[in-house]
């Protein structure tokens, strides 16, 4: 009969929790880096105490980032951002206050009565 084991991911360590087959084997504990895939994200971003309630209605359109222009497109349910270079970006919003560009991996708030989109990147957006 042929060993085989049973292995398992948690936070890029690698168990093997058991063996089976002819032979009896410890359990063995094998760091190892976790892919992409196995790794767990754990979102972290700190929502402004002015942020304002974040709506489709409230940030679709235009925005004004120096003397270029920057946009929010909705089409349906899904919404993108092209930023003032023209770079594109899938957008999510979470939370009701917080719009996460899912390419750029950036969130941005709402403030200033909604006349600023304000990046965690340090960048802002204007009307």
């Known amino acids: 009969?042929?060993?085989?084991r049973?292995?398992?991911?948690?936070g890029g360590l690698t168990v093997v929790p058991a063996a089976c087959g002819d032979r009896d084997e410890?359990?063995?504990s094998v760091?190892?880096?976790?892919?992409?895939?196995?790794?767990?994200s754990v979102e972290k971003y700190d929502v402004p105490s002015d942020a304002l309630p974040l709506t489709i209605d409230a940030i679709a359109g235009p925005w004004t980032v120096g003397t270029k222009t920057a946009f929010i497109?909705?089409?349906g349910s899904d919404v993108s951002c092209v930023n003032e270079n023209g770079l594109p970006s899938k957008a999510v919003?979470?939370?009701g206050k917080v719009i996460f560009a899912t390419d750029w991996?950036?969130?941005?708030?709402?403030?200033?009565?909604g006349t600023v989109l304000k990046w965690s990147d340090g960048s802002a957006w204007t009307r």
């Open 1 to 4: 009969m042929k060993n085989c």
């Open 6 to 10: 049973i292995m398992f991911v948690v």
């Open 26 to 28: 410890a359990a063995k």
């Open 31 to 40: 760091s190892s880096q976790a892919t992409t895939s196995q790794a767990i």
């Open 73 to 75: 497109k909705v089409v």
């Open 93 to 95: 919003l979470k939370d």
């Open 105 to 113: 991996r950036v969130y941005g708030w709402l403030l200033a009565n």
